[in-house]
């Protein structure tokens, strides 16, 4: 059993812009150590955010609580058994992405990570020690309040 969280924070979003799509937002955050930042597309007709809300990010590279690889996910993530438990129980918005560039960070030490969740991208920048764990190809993007 491993643990499927390769990376979780909590974070402050310091920015909305809802100009260029009706339903879609560019949240702007930072974590609460000031250390680690992300802009992240998010459906804000599913999901709702406001400037200043707190919100978990967790990205994880399954949605199995035990941490093993379910390889029937890969092609229909969503078909849960009835009553089965997964992450996702526990968070508000999921999303399954492909982690697609990594580039050296803005400062010593830290880097970047960009993932399409169809078209929904999400970047994430800060110290490679904690981002060092998403150099894998799929990820599930996990938010909550």
């Not at 990376?7 to 955050?29: A, H, M, P």
């Not at 930042?37 to 459906?43: A, G, H, K, M, R």
């Not at 999400?122 to 599930?140: C, H, N, S």
Request: contains cysteine.
């Amino acid at each position: 059993m491993s643990d499927p969280l390769l990376f979780e924070d909590t974070f402050t979003i310091t920015g909305v812009n809802q100009q260029k799509y009706d339903r879609v937002s560019r949240l702007t955050c930072t974590s609460s150590d000031q250390y680690t930042s992300f802009t992240l597309d998010v459906n804000t007709e599913l999901y709702p955010c406001a400037v200043g809300e707190n919100v978990n990010l967790a990205l994880a590279s399954t949605l199995s609580l035990d941490g093993k690889d379910d390889p029937a996910a890969k092609t229909s993530w969503r078909d849960v058994g009835m009553g089965e438990q997964t992450l996702a129980n526990d968070y508000d918005y999921v999303c399954h992405g492909k982690v697609y560039r990594f580039e050296e960070g803005a400062t010593a030490g830290s880097m970047a990570v960009f993932i399409s969740f169809g078209g929904l991208l999400l970047y994430l920048e800060g110290p490679y020690k904690k981002l060092a764990p998403l150099r894998i190809d799929y990820v599930y993007l996990l938010l909550k309040k």
